[in-house]
Every structure is written in structure tokens, then in C-alpha cells.
């Protein structure tokens, strides 16, 4: 099966990386009693954070890294796109050179970071985004950096924050 290629502001990899790693966790808060057992509550999902290594070929392959060199330094997120994974807007926040260039050859490293949101809504805009399997308002107040009581109160529709269908849409602004 051949795999659709990472991409990452408008750069595609010609090869997708050799080893790559993607993780996320949940914020927890444990609740402690003198006389009950303890009990924890999921608050939302973290920001994931992605790394891996790859390798660059041909000729200009230095060329293609000081391209992803340029989208790093601009301090900007964007779309990255990955192999059988939901896009997600991300800083380049590590780029390293992982062996001696070559002739043809690149090895490098690289970390992403999943960004809170990829754009501010412009003056009397209504924003929505589209809930993930698993997702919960408390999820979406903490990527976008909106107040819990803001979505609440922007989706009446929604009467438990922690119980949302996949695929619903949710108001953000």
C-alpha cells in the first residue's frame, strides 16, 4: 500500500520518514477523600507532539532541508499532514542533521507541536469545528483557548459537555 506523504506547510516529503512517533495525553484531575476511594476526571487532550526521523534524496536534497530550515525559522504553524493520521496545525519546533550530508543523502530529525488553533476569526465570524471519536468540550476549549463557558453558552445543543457524537459541530466564536 503506498501511503500518502507527509507534508508540512505546503512542502511535500518525497519520502515519508523512517521512524515517527506521535503522542498525546489527557489532562487528568484526581480527586482524593478521607473516607471514599480516589476518582479522576479526564479535563481534555494536551497537544500532541511529533517526531521522527527521515532521510532526503537527490541532488538537491540540501535544497529541500533549508526549505524546511526557512518554514521553522518563519514561527508560524502550519498544516501538517501525516500518513494515516488526521491533519493537525503544528510548529516545526526541532530540525537537526542526524549524520554527515552526502552527495544525495540527508538523515535528519525533526519535532513538531501541535499548535492550540491555526487562525484568530475575523470581526462577527461564526467558526464551527467538527468533533473527533472520543472528543469532549473540554477538549475543544483547551486547543482553541476558549473559555468552557463561552462553547457552553455558544452551544445550548450540547447539554453534556463530556458526551458529544462524532462528527457534531460545535460552535467556537
Known amino acids: 500500500m503506498k501511503l500518502a506523504p507527509m507534508r508540512f506547510g505546503g512542502v511535500s516529503m518525497r519520502h515519508n520518514p523512517e521512524k515517527l512517533s506521535i503522542s498525546g495525553k489527557n489532562r487528568l484531575q484526581e480527586y482524593l477523600s478521607p473516607c471514599c476511594e480516589a476518582d479522576s476526571v479526564i479535563l481534555g487532550r494536551e497537544l500532541c507532539r511529533v517526531s521522527g526521523e527521515g532521510v532526503l534524496f537527490g541532488a538537491d536534497c540540501l535544497e529541500q532541508y533549508h526549505t524546511l530550515e526557512k518554514l521553522q525559522h518563519s514561527h508560524m504553524p502550519s498544516k501538517l499532514v501525516l500518513p494515516k493520521t488526521q491533519p493537525m496545525y503544528a510548529y516545526l519546533k526541532e530540525l537537526s542533521l542526524s549524520a554527515e550530508p552526502q552527495d544525495d543523502v540527508l538523515r535528519y530529525r525533526f519535532v513538531f ?21 472520543g472528543e469532549s468540550l473540554w477538549d475543544i476549549a483547551y486547543r482553541f483557548g476558549r473559555p468552557i463557558e463561552a462553547l457552553t453558552a455558544l452551544n445550548p445543543q450540547i447539554p453534556l459537555i463530556d458526551e458529544i457524537s462524532e462528527g457534531e459541530r460545535v460552535r467556537l466564536c
Open 113 to 133: 507541536c501541535e499548535a492550540k488553533s491555526p487562525r484568530k476569526a475575523t470581526q462577527g465570524e461564526q467558526v464551527y469545528v467538527t468533533m473527533s471519536q
